[in-house]
């Protein structure tokens, strides 16, 4: 059966020079710079081909429109006045959930196959274009079965329910459901990033740990469990809270679910614990040691939405471009626009090439890989964030009035955009991590460089920009110049990589516009650079 289409003669006027709709688009195959990475990290490029054409069909880009027009609604209580404390949610909000928890978002780095964090990476990336508030569920269970290693009798009914590739949302204690998923309680609203400032305590009763205190921020509360940080007399400790006991609720009380500017689908809340049980992970007092497995695997997927968020901007963008008409010719035709265009591609490629070398790291226990993991995650979820909000504006502003207005995916994408520069360490947050890691791990710093080194002899600009960085900053920089610092870092060892990797025209204007200074400070203020071959790379 064939849908009719759209009427365009109507009453008043005849609907013209509009773009037709986008139909189903097959994520993965029209993205060659992805193909490419996939190629060199290793990757499984066939799951990544179902799970790219599952999300791009036209059902599913309507059903992120839903899983974000509607929203999730909290239930404290049924009809009797009982207390439930859970999030109902919109059925396209678990559609999603079903899709990445099955095809492996969760499960594939743990499974042992070959190019894992990698496949698993590119599953972030195509995600975070259509629909990416279910993706903070499934990325802190894929986070969290590290951190459980630290207590191996805790790791043993955990680890296989959430490498599970069933997703079973059901209120019932973990031991008896097909799948888990894994959430994250940490910050409190005296502290924030200070998680040491932390006051929820956590004490000895009946046999138990039990925690009692405020969490400001507690990501998808109706996670089967949560890791969280609490005070006991030795000192800041991490434990495991789970969700649903044995015939009963946890005490975990939602006090509200936080009302957010993008992000909408995914029930970010506010919660207490009122004496809820906890189980220890890993050696009291040692919480951060323990927890910070965790935060190293999100801190990759926050490198790689920014990517797939600028991809899916610029992917409408081009749509637009090609097929509507100004001034007599198509837009994609005028040099202007293609300038503006060429431009963003350069944002979205090199966020994309860098985020999946270091996905790539990921994979490896060489002791080399690991410390560049370290460092080269920090880099690219600094960087790749701060081009992110740039980057969709101006795609919204490439469809003009349309692109303001919701019937478009571009204010979705623009109110995700600064999210993951804001999880899981902010800014100056990053970068001070960046000069702790630098001076406290001499191989993350010599691989780093082994990673820069590798790119020379090939552009004399780049060169001459690696050396201007090296005399300026012979060694760490003063700490009110770790944001200049990391830019430039983030910035080389991109052009590095694309130098490396790249067709010659991207990374030649990559590193004209980036680091030669041949150009201006806003969007498409370049010249001389190959823009037909950078355009190229957005139709895949």
Not at 381 to 401: D, I
Not at 426 to 455: F, Q, W, Y
Request: proline letters at 6%; glycine letters at 10%; a negative charge.
């Amino acid at each position: 059966m064939t849908t009719p289409d759209p009427r365009a003669d109507l009453p008043t006027h005849r609907v013209e020079n509009q773009p037709p709709a986008r139909g189903d688009v097959d994520l993965f195959g029209t993205d060659a710079p992805l193909r490419e990475a996939v190629a060199r990290a290793g990757g499984q490029a066939e799951g990544l081909s179902d799970y790219g054409q599952t999300l791009g069909t036209t059902e599913m880009r309507e059903a992120g429109r839903d899983a974000n027009r509607y929203l999730p609604e909290l239930r404290l209580f049924d009809m009797g006045g009982r207390r439930l404390d859970e999030v109902r949610f919109h059925p396209a909000y678990h559609r999603f959930m079903e899709a990445g928890i099955g095809a492996g978002y969760a499960a594939l780095p743990w499974e042992g196959a070959k190019g894992a964090h990698a496949t698993h990476a590119a599953m972030v990336y195509l995600a975070s274009q259509i629909e990416p508030g279910s993706c903070c569920p499934m990325t802190m269970t894929y986070a969290a079965v590290p951190a459980l290693e630290a207590t191996p009798e805790i790791a043993a009914l955990w680890r296989p329910k959430l490498t599970a590739r069933s997703y079973d949302p059901r209120v019932l204690p973990v031991g008896e459901k097909t799948g888990a998923t894994l959430g994250m309680a940490m910050t409190e609203k005296q502290g924030g990033s200070d998680v040491r400032a932390n006051t929820t305590r956590a004490e000895r009763a009946d046999g138990h740990w039990r925690l009692t205190g405020h969490k400001w921020f507690c990501s998808a509360p109706m996670s089967d469990g949560f890791l969280t940080l609490a005070q006991t007399e030795k000192g800041l400790s991490c434990f495991l809270v789970p969700r649903w006991l044995e015939g009963e609720r946890n005490a975990i009380r939602i006090q509200r679910l936080k009302d957010k500017l993008g992000n909408r689908s995914n029930a970010s809340s506010e919660i207490e614990y009122e004496g809820a049980v906890a189980h220890l992970l890993g050696e009291e007092g040692r919480g951060v040691a323990t927890i910070i497995e965790m935060v190293h695997h999100t801190r990759l997927d926050t490198a790689l939405a920014p990517a797939g968020l600028m991809r899916a901007a610029i992917s409408e963008a081009h749509h637009w471009a090609t097929h509507r008409a100004a001034f007599q010719r198509r837009l994609i035709d005028q040099p202007l626009m293609r300038a503006v265009l060429a431009d963003l591609t350069l944002d979205w490629e090199g966020a994309l090439t860098l985020g999946m070398r270091v996905a790539e790291a990921f994979d490896s226990a060489r002791p080399e890989d690991r410390a560049f993991a370290r460092i080269g995650v920090a880099l690219a979820k600094y960087y790749g964030n701060k081009r992110c909000p740039v980057v969709t504006y101006e795609a919204m502003e490439v469809l003009g009035g349309i692109g303001y207005v919701e019937d478009t995916p571009m204010p979705m994408l623009y109110r995700e955009a600064p999210l993951n520069g804001i999880w899981e360490g902010s800014g100056n947050v990053i970068c001070l991590d960046i000069l702790r890691t630098l001076a406290k791990e001499p191989l993350a710093a010599e691989m780093l460089h082994a990673e820069l080194n590798a790119a020379r002899g090939t552009d004399p600009r780049y060169d001459a920009a690696l050396a201007d960085h090296l005399a300026r900053w012979p060694g760490l920089p003063p700490e009110a110049e770790a944001r200049w610092f990391a830019e430039r870092l983030a910035l080389l060892l991109t052009a590095s990589l694309l130098i490396r990797n790249a067709p010659a025209a991207v990374s030649d204007a990559f590193v004209a516009t980036r680091l030669a200074g041949e150009a201006g400070r806003t969007t498409g203020a370049m010249a001389g650079s190959d823009v037909s071959a950078i355009l190229n790379r957005i139709a895949g």
